[in-house]
């Protein structure tokens, strides 16, 4: 029930593109939605959030896509360029938790010139 | 977002040594914590560091393996004890805005295990 599962495992996109990262998770006590940026030998950078409350949050080229009903989630990349090629996690968590996030497995990104 | 340092930033240590990993924030927050990243794998949550009491840990951490300290609201510290090739890992620390429960990471210690 914790688990938050992320697909695909890699992805391979033409510069241009748009490059579309999924993830569902079981537990309907979620109320927030992370997605983060992580270059080799960095930490993960927040990219964007949402919370259950809106189905779509757009900033700049990234958007994410909410389905409560359907527990899923997804990452939307317009025109991706190679700086984009990175791993990109989901996450979730609770909020009266206090912060636990719970990751997706990770999608390693490849935008091509 | 807060600016947050670790150190050391990578090490290669001996098996059954032990290795404290520092985090450093710049700005007063409540919720600190370490998290886990095995190689190629995702990010595993090991504890909440709780300022001035025990940390929290999650299922599969122990505190004599991961001893967590965190004397103020800017600081913290994880050790690993006693280790093993498997611990071979990136840690990482991260903090929270309450306000907003947006969550940003340090940079990682990148730690090798012989």
């Known amino acids: 029930q914790q688990q938050v599962k992320q697909s695909p495992q890699s992805l391979i996109v033409q510069k241009g593109g748009i490059s579309i990262i999924n993830c569902a998770y079981e537990n309907t006590a979620f109320d927030y939605f992370p997605w983060y940026q992580q270059f080799p030998g960095k930490g993960p950078a927040l990219l964007i959030a949402?919370?259950?409350?809106?189905s779509e949050k757009k900033e700049g080229r990234f958007t994410i896509s909410f389905n409560k009903s359907a527990k899923q989630f997804s990452l939307h990349i317009m025109d991706s360029q190679p700086g984009d090629s990175a791993t990109y996690f989901c996450a979730a968590s609770i909020s009266y938790q206090g912060g636990k996030l719970i990751f997706g497995q990770g999608t390693e990104l490849s935008v091509k010139p | 977002s807060a600016v947050i340092s670790q150190k050391p930033s990578r090490d290669i240590c001996q098996r059954g040594t032990s290795l404290t990993i520092q985090c450093q924030v710049d700005?007063?927050?409540?919720?600190m914590f370490w998290y886990r990243q095995q190689p190629g794998q995702s990010l595993t949550l090991i504890a909440t560091?709780?300022?001035?009491?025990?940390?929290?840990?999650e299922s599969g951490f122990v505190i004599d393996k991961f001893p967590i300290s965190r004397p103020n609201l800017t600081f913290s510290t994880l050790t690993v004890s006693n280790m093993s090739p498997e611990d071979s890992s990136i840690y990482l620390c991260?903090?929270?805005?309450?306000?907003?429960?947006?969550?940003?990471f340090g940079p990682g210690t990148r730690l090798t295990v012989l």
């Open positions: 991260s903090v929270e805005h309450l306000a907003n429960n947006e969550q940003f």
């Open positions: 700005s007063q927050v409540t919720m």
């Open positions: 560091a709780n300022q001035g009491s025990e940390a929290t840990y």
């Open positions: 949402i919370r259950p409350d809106v």
